[in-house]
């Protein structure tokens, strides 16, 4: 099979995992934890084919088979229910990855090589990120009464570092090597080129691509059993809507998700699609809609009335920083930053899951 072809990815049954304010490049990094030997050590699974598509500029869908999300799950679950000790190993260790990500931050200290800090990242989002949100998922799921488990896991999951690494320490990295290659505006071009095309040099790929943004094109940007495929198309809900069911643009004037704190407001709807809200004008009684939400967020959320989400579940950081400060939060829409539009009048009724768009922009 040509796994190069845009119609290779219709043989797989894929299922939707996680939406994020990506472009190619971090989403190339993205992929690297899927493959490397830390997740294999920690978890015992392989998920060797996974797939990337821009939904919007700089806003990526991310799927894997189902057959290995689900085998990744249960290996998750397993880890919690059957290994409790070694969580809070695990854990501890996030602890202290987050502790020298401080570091990193702050300039206390430096990585010498764009390879190493990735090789940081990788651990940090594994230790620090994802495994205290699958253990505050299980404790939930299965009623487990762990208090060790639930306080460690939620104060990582209230400082997540990984995002910021990731955008201030190795995006200008990345950005220093283009540059020193010879690439014009490497600013620009940093966001059309894989970390793993980049490590390799091949910056050949980039004049086409570039011309595809230009034109408006999206990319997906999947690795199937290896094979790399990086393609530029112009509209990427066709394939969005074929794997999915359902439209992410689909136009509704209710929306429906999970209470995650109760409270009932109405204000003006804000949608935010970067991981510090740098994109949206922000002020106070202003209901935050993001797809997730995180610790560089938190500016936004002390002023917002009421915190949407699309996506979420009992650990995510928008459920835990809304129940601190008693703000009505509404996660798992999976639709409230494409069907809300930035200014709309909206009503949020989180005793009832229900956000209700009163007023168009």
């Known amino acids: 099979m040509n796994h190069n072809s845009i119609n290779a990815v219709y043989t797989y049954d894929w299922v939707h995992y996680l939406t994020r304010p990506f472009n ?50 249960s290996a998750l679950e397993a880890l919690v229910l059957d290994e409790p000790e070694r969580c809070v190993s695990l854990l501890r260790k996030g602890i202290e990855l987050n502790n020298y990500a401080t570091r990193y931050m702050s300039g206390t200290s430096s990585f010498d090589t764009l390879e190493s800090a990735v090789q940081f990242l990788i651990p940090l989002a594994l230790h620090a990120t994802v495994l205290p949100y699958f253990v505050l998922r299980t404790l ?83 690795v199937i059993r290896g094979e790399h495929s990086v393609q530029y198309v112009d509209d990427t809900q066709k394939l969005i809507v074929t794997i999915e069911g359902f439209d992410a643009n689909q136009n509704q004037k209710t929306l429906h998700g999970t ?31 993001s797809i997730n939400s995180n610790p560089h967020l938190m500016p936004l959320i002390t002023k917002a009335a009421a915190i949407v989400t699309d996506e979420g579940g009992v650990g995510c950081h928008a459920a835990i920083v809304s129940r601190e400060l008693q703000i009505p939060c509404i996660i798992g829409t999976h639709v409230a930053t494409t069907t809300l539009h930035d200014g709309d009048l909206v009503e949020v009724d989180a005793d009832n899951g229900a956000v209700t768009i009163l007023e168009r922009a």
């Open 140 to 222: 939930e799921l299965k009623n487990i009464n762990n208090t060790e488990l639930r306080e460690l896991a939620t104060s990582l999951r209230i400082d997540s570092y990984y995002p910021k690494v990731m955008q201030d320490i190795i995006v200008p990295m990345a950005v220093k090597q283009l540059s020193e290659l010879g690439i014009n505006e490497p600013e620009h071009a940093l966001e059309c080129i894989t970390y793993q095309e980049l490590r390799a040099r091949t910056t050949s790929v980039l004049n086409q691509r570039l011309q595809d943004r230009l034109a408006g094109k999206l990319f997906v940007f999947h």
């Open 24 to 73: 190619l490049f971090t989403s190339s990094l993205w992929y690297e934890w899927y493959v490397a030997p830390e997740r294999q050590e920690l978890f015992g699974v392989e998920i060797d084919t996974v797939m990337f598509i821009e939904e919007t500029p700089n806003v990526v869908r991310n799927y894997r088979i189902r057959e290995q999300h689900d085998a990744y799950l």
């Open 259 to 289: 209470v995650a704190h109760p409270g009932k407001v109405t204000g003006t709807a804000r949608i935010v699609r970067t991981i510090d809200g740098s994109d949206v004008t922000f002020n106070p009684g202003d209901i935050l809609v």
